[in-house]
């Protein structure tokens, strides 16, 4: 943590929580949170759930992502979901090339730059996720492929626009695995990330955008995570699904 960057916690619920459930957990999460201030506390439902968790939310602390979008503005692009539909059920911020979306629906450096691109047109605040496999990181090339994914997610983003840019440093092999970085481990490629963008824009831009954390943080782990200097946050999935743990996990001290 930093004392010029607030700490973001976002909750991805992945492919899970109806809108019954999920009114029944926002309802439960949003009193637990209440007091929250100095944070900001965002929840990531499915697209059929989005509605459910904005009439529960209205007013509160809690924002609202989405967890993708279409780089298009409208039109014959059957089953997807564009930025003005997020907008106008009360989205603020869209989750942008999370590894499964990568590995599992194709999604590439160059599909998740026209979505962050169209995010920003449209003013909502791109939550972009990049991250190493186990078998890059064995095999030295963790510099590579984070500089690889941070340099095409972001290319022609203007030094205004990535202001507005939160970054999510997601391990994949961390991701559900229980299996979490070390803070040691996630600082250092959160500076390597950072780096990046100052190479990328100016050393103010660096310092000022959020860098969060993903894979396998809990309420016992995030303390320890968000001591660390270039750790602003954390991206949430499994913890995120029990109101009990997801705030306890925002409540960290
Ligand atoms: C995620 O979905 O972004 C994630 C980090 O999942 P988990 O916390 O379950 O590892």
């Not at 920003?120 to 064995?138: D, F, N, Q, S």
């Not at 999510?168 to 250092?188: F, L």
């Not at 990330?193 to 824009?201: Q, T």
Request: net charge positive; aromatic share 6%.
């Amino acid at each position: 943590m930093h004392p010029k960057r607030r700490p973001i916690l976002a909750g991805n619920w992945k492919m899970n929580m109806t809108a019954t459930q999920t009114r029944d957990l926002a309802s439960k999460l949003v009193p637990l949170v209440a007091n929250v201030k100095d944070r900001d506390i965002v929840l990531g439902p499915p697209f059929t759930s989005i509605a459910a968790a904005a009439d529960v939310i209205r007013g509160t602390n809690i924002g609202l992502a989405a967890q993708n979008l279409h780089w298009e503005d409208k039109g014959a692009f059957t089953g997807e979901i564009s930025a003005d539909m997020l907008l106008d059920s009360g989205c603020k911020y869209v989750i942008i090339g999370h590894s499964e979306r990568r590995q599992y629906f194709g999604e590439t450096d160059e599909t998740v730059n026209k979505k962050v691109k169209q995010a920003l047109k449209k003013g909502l605040l791109p939550i972009m996720c990049v991250g190493e496999t186990l078998a890059e990181r064995e095999a030295g090339k963790l510099n590579e492929v984070i500089g690889r994914q941070v340099t095409g997610g972001l290319k022609d983003v203007s030094a205004d626009d990535m202001k507005k840019v939160v970054i999510a440093y997601e391990p994949v092999w961390a991701i559900g695995t229980g299996k979490t970085a070390t803070p040691e481990q996630a600082n250092e490629v959160h500076a390597l990330i950072r780096g990046k963008v100052r190479s990328l824009y100016t050393a103010d831009i660096a310092e000022g955008i959020r860098i969060q954390y993903g894979g396998s943080v809990t309420p016992e782990n995030v303390s320890q995570l968000m001591a660390k200097p270039d750790i602003d946050g954390a991206l949430v999935g499994g913890a995120s699904l029990k109101p009990d743990s997801f705030a306890a996990l925002v409540n960290f001290k």
